[in-house]
């Protein structure tokens, strides 16, 4: 199995991770500049693991500079760097700060077009509201760039369709397996076979059953088993789709 996003090195001993639950490969999001170093120095160290570097939204105010920026720059050359992100509009924690996240949005939006490297989504609007997914569509849409993830997809329909008619693939966390995600369980049955991805965003949102806990890549088997069974596939069947798919958009190399 392929975990398509986790933060690898906020687990209190990465290593221990790799393998279990039948973890093959995974992505290490690096969405600071410290947090890329620390994906790439795992990435290094375990041919398992790749490393994405980026900017998340919730950062961007206290630290976008030129200098983050360049640094960014560079080390989206390093050859274990798969992706770009996650970048994103967040309104959840970082309320009114929408403009600035989307100048660095936009730019790591244009970093992932240059690279020729997928672009790693992050969506969370305030509670109640879709100013953060209504502006992401806008974005995407706007920078028009075809090699994309919404991550922890949200189930919102404006931003499940601009992402879809863009070509990106579309990724479901833990929090597909909550009892009132009706929302994100409908666009899970929505998503084109060949654009789904599993992911765990460890040490964050655990899945049933084990929700409340902190997270662990091994853990994407289980939103895998839960997607499986939305989708009327066998966990074998589901498990070849996603991996497939993860494959390809990351342009990982098979096991």
């Not at 795992?42 to 961007?60: I, K, W, Y």
Request: hydrophobic content about 40%; glycine content about 8%; proline content about 5%.
């Amino acid at each position: 199995m392929i975990d398509t996003h986790c933060h690898l090195d906020m687990l209190e001993d990465p290593a221990s991770a790799l393998g279990e639950l039948g973890l093959t490969q995974l992505v290490s999001i690096g969405a600071s500049v410290q947090h890329a170093h620390n994906a790439i120095a795992l990435a290094e160290g375990h041919p398992e693991v790749f490393a994405s570097v980026g900017l998340h939204p919730t950062d961007v105010k206290d630290s976008d500079s030129p200098e983050t920026r360049a640094e960014l720059e560079a080390l989206s050359l390093h050859p274990r760097v798969v992706a770009i992100g996650e970048s994103g509009l967040d309104d959840y924690w970082a309320h009114d700060q929408l403009g600035v996240q989307r100048e660095a949005f936009l730019w790591q939006l244009d970093l992932g077009r240059r690279r020729d490297l997928p672009v790693i989504v992050h969506t969370r609007d305030a509670p109640g509201g879709e100013r953060a997914s209504q502006g992401c569509a806008e974005i995407i849409k706007e920078a028009n760039w075809t090699r994309g993830i919404l991550h922890c997809c949200n189930g919102h329909a404006g931003l499940l369709r601009a992402a879809l008619d863009l070509g990106w693939s579309v990724s479901f966390a833990g929090n597909l397996t909550y009892k009132n995600a009706h929302a994100i369980q409908e666009a899970a049955r929505f998503v084109p076979m060949d654009r789904l991805l599993v992911e765990t965003d460890a040490p964050f949102l655990a899945p049933v059953p084990r929700r409340g806990k902190p997270n662990r890549p091994g853990y994407v088997r289980y939103t895998l088993q839960f997607l499986a069974a939305l989708r009327g596939l066998s966990e074998q069947e589901a498990e070849a789709i996603t991996d497939a798919n993860a494959r390809a958009v990351y342009r990982l190399p098979l096991t």
